[in-house]
């Protein structure tokens, strides 16, 4: 099947999970919610646009392929914030309107933030029913974003260029394979003093219900367990999320 296929990698990245109190955790592999958010800076769809949002939500179903799930770093993280009754009262579209009132009347926040450090990802991109763009389409967005991309957080801009392809394969174990073939071809040619560290073998896949029950046909591997992930955008207007169910297969296992 036709699959879009691109990488992430930067020094930093932080894929928000529920977040309660001063703790802001980090998952170890992009969340569905965060891939559509690089799509959508892609093609330079706003935040607001809810209509948008919705279309590539149902219209493209998600894989991640894990090649290296990072190092943790945790982050004390100070910032100043109006209070709630001020914010109400004087809507601000910067940060700079936003912190445009007396000292006084700032509040300081206090916050652990987690990131991943080194981690690097593979993301597959499938169309479905009433996707609003093609693959191709989606590759060359990718590769000339309107939008700056970063992964999870603005401090976690991209290492490396996203690099997508459009491929045809069985299943997304495949496509995964024959990516990585090819982008180590790239790197011999261009590179080949780096071309040994250019493909880090996939350590495991998670995919959505979306796919199907069928895993071996549809991703090439049987799943080794299931996790309930808070991940689908119910608005982004007021950061509401819904529960997924996510699967996992385990490439290479000890």
Same mark, same amino acid.
Request: net charge negative.
């Given at each position: 099947m036709e699959t879009l296929i691109f990488q992430l990698q930067a020094p930093l990245s932080s894929w928000g999970e529920v977040a309660v109190g001063e703790y802001r955790p980090s998952a170890e592999y992009p969340s569905q919610s965060a891939i559509q958010g690089l799509l959508g800076a892609a093609l330079g769809v706003d935040r607001d646009d809810a209509a948008a949002l919705a279309a590539l939500q149902t219209g493209y179903r998600l894989a991640v392929g894990v090649l290296n799930q990072g190092r943790l770093m945790r982050d004390f993280h100070t910032a100043q914030v109006p209070s709630r009754t001020d914010l109400k009262k004087r809507p601000s579209s910067t940060r700079r309107d936003e912190l445009a009132v $007396?000292? $006084?009347d700032l509040n300081t926040i206090l916050s652990t933030r987690d990131y991943r450090q080194d981690?690097?990802? @593979? %993301?597959?991109v499938q169309s479905m029913a009433g996707a609003p763009y093609s693959l191709p389409q @989606?590759?060359?967005?990718i590769k000339r974003p309107k939008f &700056?991309?970063?992964l999870g957080r603005k401090s976690c801009p991209v290492a490396v260029p996203l690099h997508p392809l459009v491929l045809t394969a069985s299943n997304?174990?495949?496509?995964?394979?024959?990516?990585q073939q090819l982008l180590a071809a790239l790197w011999r040619d261009r590179l080949p003093k780096h071309a040994e560290s250019a493909g880090l073998p996939v350590q495991k896949i998670a995919w959505s219900d979306a796919f199907g029950t069928d895993? @071996? &046909?549809t991703i090439g591997l049987l799943r080794d367990l299931s996790i309930t992930r808070k991940d689908a955008v119910i608005t982004r207007r007021g950061w509401q999320f819904a529960d997924r169910t996510?699967? %996992?297969a385990l490439v290479t296992k000890e």
């Open positions: $007396p000292k $006084p981690a690097a990802a @593979l %993301v597959a @989606l590759a060359e967005a &700056t991309m970063y997304i174990k495949a496509a995964f394979a024959d990516y895993d @071996l &046909t996510e699967h %996992v």
